[in-house]
């Protein structure tokens, strides 16, 4: 059984950064491909970036320029490095896997993301 957590969350003023965790036991990053996702209240959650099993990125246009996904295989751990944050970007992230190996992980629902982690707040505010 795949288990992810994360950490790395926290209160952050604008135009800061964080880093986010996503250590994963269980499982390889080699057979999976790894989401983050962020949920504001009263939104639905979205995905943020993802890297796939290969090691192929992608993110949200809305991050595009500020946030980077990255994956150490040797840990097995993914980051989600966040610059330049905005108050908008205030939500619970939460890391998912995706038990498919391929090339990119664009176009990948939530729904194909059968494990996840139990999130990490982000608060950005002054």
């Known amino acids: 059984q795949l288990q992810l957590v994360e950490s790395g969350g926290g209160l952050v003023q604008p135009g800061g950064s964080l880093r986010l965790s996503c250590a994963i036991s269980g499982g390889t990053l080699h057979t999976h491909a790894i989401g983050w996702f962020r949920q504001a209240p009263g939104k639905e959650r979205e995905v943020v970036s993802c890297?796939?099993?290969?090691?192929?990125?992608n993110s949200a246009d809305s991050v595009k320029g500020r946030f980077s996904i990255s994956r150490d295989n040797a840990r097995n751990t993914v980051y989600l490095q966040m610059n330049s944050l905005k108050p908008e970007d205030t939500a619970v992230y939460s890391c998912?896997?995706?038990?498919?190996?391929?090339?990119?992980?664009?176009?990948?629902?939530?729904?194909?993301?059968?494990?996840w982690g139990q999130g990490t707040q982000v608060t950005v505010s002054s």
């Open positions: 890297i796939s099993s290969t090691g192929s990125a």
């Open positions: 998912g896997a995706a038990p498919f190996m391929g090339y990119s992980c664009l176009g990948y629902t939530k729904s194909w993301y059968h494990y």
